[in-house]
């Protein structure tokens, strides 16, 4: 979705400030007492153009639009029964911008966990229930990635382009450039300021609704189906082939570009901006 040039980082901070007391947390010696919280911070600069991709497990993503011109992340880090710093968080430099991780411990005989770009790395989290709850505030002309597995993923005011994926959490974002979500169990709400895409983009989910804010200038071919819903639209649609109220594929205003839209329990509403 995104033509990344190179990054330029021009300050970095990576700090652990324990927030928890020890006599409810973890001991010197590791061992839990009850849940223990951790605090970890990033602060750089990304390019305009390029991403800063934030990549979890447990916990939610919450981004916003940044008042500065650097990057901010934030990540909370909780745990019960597992110590919070058995997670570490790695923070990656690429062509494409930035990738910051929370890499668990390696389970004993598999391969080793890594952060890499484009959610090409390994996660495994075998008996470690460390949550680890995201913040990222975003400049005016950075792009977001975000991808976790349990947690909703909310970007909000993003002047930029936007990519999430979940699988158990709900998907909300706006953003003045182009968007694009996916989840399992939870419902997707998108608006976008842009509609001139290049190839496809795509809105899936299997338990949850789909509603979605384009720009009135929408061009694209749209395929759309629901299992137990109801599709909606506020664009006029040139349907090909036969019309069902819970699948179809058709053209909006000049058509081009590919916009795909799937649901199984849920409904589908292409709104008008």
Not at 71 to 88: R, Y
Not at 187 to 200: E, F, L, Q, V, Y
Not at 238 to 254: A, N, Q, Y
Request: a negative charge; aromatic letters at 4%.
């Amino acid at each position: 979705m995104y033509k990344f040039g190179m990054v330029g980082l021009m300050a970095t901070l990576l700090a652990w400030m324990p927030i928890s007391d020890p006599a409810h947390g973890w001991d010197s010696e590791g061992e839990g007492l009850a849940a223990a919280q951790q605090e970890w911070n990033w602060q750089g600069r990304v390019e305009r153009g390029d991403a800063i991709e934030v990549i979890g497990v447990n916990g939610e993503i919450n981004a916003e639009r940044a008042s500065g011109s650097e990057v901010v992340v934030e990540a909370l880090l909780e745990g019960k029964k597992s110590d919070p710093k058995s997670v570490k968080m790695e923070v990656v430099e690429h062509d494409g911008g930035v990738t910051i991780c929370a890499v668990y411990p390696t389970p004993e005989g598999e391969q080793p966990n890594e952060c890499l770009p484009g959610g090409k790395g390994r996660t495994s989290i075998k008996k470690n229930d460390v949550s680890v709850e995201f913040t990222v505030r975003v400049p005016a002309g950075v792009n977001l990635i975000g991808r976790t597995v349990n947690g909703e993923v909310r970007a909000l005011g993003i002047e930029g382009d936007v990519e999430v994926h979940t699988v158990n959490g709900d998907v909300d974002i706006s953003a003045s450039g182009l968007a694009e979500g996916t989840t399992v169990n939870g419902s997707i709400t998108a608006s976008m300021g842009r509609a001139d895409w290049s190839g496809k983009l795509g809105f899936t989910t299997v338990n949850g609704s789909v509603t979605l804010e384009l720009p009135a200038d929408l061009s694209c071919d749209v395929s759309v189906s629901t299992v137990n819903g109801q599709i909606a639209s506020d664009f006029a649609l040139v349907v090909e082939g036969r019309f069902s109220p819970r699948s179809l594929k058709g053209t909006i205003g000049d058509g081009g570009r590919g916009l795909i839209i799937k649901t199984v329990n849920g409904s589908v509403q292409i709104r008008r901006a």
